[in-house]
């Protein structure tokens, strides 16, 4: 079945800097990439997802890669505020089947 | 914006017992589906719902577990006779498939201890 490798397990950046999170997955089949914000006592927020068909995909001070040749996938914000903080979450599915997630990312942006 | 609802917010039950974990997926939804995250670690896939049947469960949705769509709104997660690793936050979540857009939405979750 599917795996999903998540690293860092924890991150810390400078106010203002950016943020770089990566995940591989290993089964070629999936072909549904999103990315949840987990903040503290609430459910996973989509924040952004990509499909297998593009690329990079890009909303505001958010961004996801893709290199499916690779496996791997990566999610990039910019210009990080204080309410980034949160622990991040990738995930992979084949469509509209059960996600699998990644271990987490703890990212703390410091003022 | 449409929402999952799921209900407690937080469950005490002691070992032995049953508890039920009640959700109200978004209603143009077609799959269902319960995960849950153990305190500090990842969100693990438990079972998946579609056309009134189980699609896929995992190796962690024992005999002790069911899922039932009693009605046209509810969904539920059933344990029979909880155990201390149970405890756990459980997420609810729906998706509606069609038109690539997959539309994963988790509720708040319900916080199980079991004591």
């Known amino acids: 079945g599917e795996n999903v490798e998540q690293h860092p397990s924890t991150l810390s950046v400078q106010e203002g800097d950016s943020a770089v999170i990566k995940c591989t997955y290993s089964d070629s089949a999936s072909n549904y990439f999103p990315w949840y914000k987990q903040e503290l006592g609430k459910g996973p927020q989509l924040i952004i997802d990509?499909?297998?068909?593009?690329g990079e995909k890009k909303d505001q001070r958010i961004a996801v890669t893709l290199n499916k040749t690779a496996k791997h996938f990566s999610l990039h914000i910019t210009e990080t505020q204080p309410e980034d903080s949160a622990v991040y979450f990738c995930?992979?599915?084949?469509?509209?089947?059960?996600?699998?997630f990644g271990q987490g990312t703890r990212l703390t942006i410091n003022p | 914006e449409p929402e999952v609802t799921q209900t407690p917010s937080h469950q005490v039950t002691q070992m032995g017992q049953e508890v039920i974990l009640r959700c109200v997926p978004i209603s143009n939804h077609l799959y269902f589906y319960w995960y849950r995250q153990i305190l500090g670690q990842k969100v693990e896939f438990l079972v998946s719902?579609?056309?009134?049947?189980?699609?896929?469960k995992s190796e962690i949705f024992d005999d002790q577990f069911s899922v039932e769509r009693p009605d046209g709104s509810n969904f539920t997660l059933k344990i029979r006779s909880t155990k201390l690793e149970d405890s756990a936050m459980y997420f609810c979540a729906s998706s509606v498939v069609g038109g690539g857009n997959y539309g994963y939405t988790f509720g708040s979750g319900t916080r199980l201890t079991v004591v």
């Open positions: 719902f579609y056309n009134n049947e189980i699609s896929e």
């Open positions: 990509i499909r297998s068909n593009v």
């Open positions: 995930a992979a599915s084949q469509g509209a089947q059960k996600l699998v």
